[in-house]
């Protein structure tokens, strides 16, 4: 696999806009007929809170939890929808599941809710995938995502925050590197742009290098003259470039 993977399509910027849009419609319901939403989050350890694991994502507590998660959701979307399209589907469905499993089964007594999880669970794959990958454009993405969302790394932890769901966070971050390790990527192939960058190159065996010695210094060739004067002492026949073709006839004895 080369760089031929990774090309724009519409679905790049047009899904995570789609996923994001949806999320403000469903807060607009909320506030539009007042709905309360809060009791479909999770709540750990009970029957009745399992039904977050599919709906928290998807829930937000006011405006400015929304906009909050709304930025990082849309641009780690489309980087994962840019390089890891065909494990964009899976990276999401299985990052919601399981990332709500784990805040089920460790987190306070209280409602959880926000995509905030989700976007752990992003930051997470698109950082350890791209380490993994040993390849240079996703280790750029790596670098990338660790430099503009590292901080969010302090926000997993109980010491910070109360007031927001650190074990969500630390759930996404944990799924994150789970679902890294278990979607493999075909091995890169390197471009070779010269012949002298492949690993079986033989000097020896290339025109312009075998006119250099082993000091890098240039040999002249022979000229074409003397060239043809030394083929010319070795064959004492004539020779020709031409082709030659002769038509042998029977006498008749008549």
């Not at 599941?97 to 930051?123: C, E, P």
């Not at 969010?152 to 799924?175: A, K, N």
Request: proline share 4%.
């Amino acid at each position: 696999m080369n760089d031929s993977q990774f090309r724009y399509s519409n679905s790049v910027l047009g899904f995570p806009f789609l996923f994001v849009l949806l999320l403000w419609i469903i807060y607009w319901v909320q506030i539009r007929f007042d709905y309360n939403f809060y009791d479909n989050g999770i709540f750990p350890r009970t029957f009745s809170g399992l039904q977050g694991i599919f709906l928290s994502a998807f829930i937000h507590a006011d405006l400015s939890h929304l906009y909050h998660n709304t930025i990082p959701l849309f641009v780690l979307l489309a980087a994962l929808r840019y390089f890891y399209p065909k494990q964009t589907a899976g990276v999401l469905f299985f990052g919601i599941v399981f990332s709500g499993i784990f805040t089920w089964v460790i987190a306070r007594a209280n409602y959880h809710i926000g995509a905030s999880g989700l976007i752990y669970v992003l930051f997470s794959f698109i950082f350890f995938k791209g380490l993994q990958s040993h390849y240079y454009r996703l280790v750029a993405l790596s670098l990338a995502t660790i430099v503009v969302y590292g901080g969010m790394v302090w926000f997993m932890f109980p010491e910070g925050d109360q007031t927001i769901s650190w074990e969500g966070h630390l759930s996404g971050f944990i799924t994150g590197l789970f679902l890294s390790v278990f979607y493999k990527l075909p091995e890169y192939k390197k471009v070779y742009h010269y012949d002298w960058q492949r690993p079986d190159f033989k000097p020896e065996n290339d025109a312009f290098l075998r006119q250099f010695d082993a000091n890098g210094n240039f040999i002249n060739p022979p000229l074409l003259e003397d060239a043809e004067e030394e083929d010319m002492s070795d064959n004492p026949y004539f020779t020709s470039n031409f082709d030659v073709k002769y038509i042998l006839k029977r006498e008749s004895n008549n």
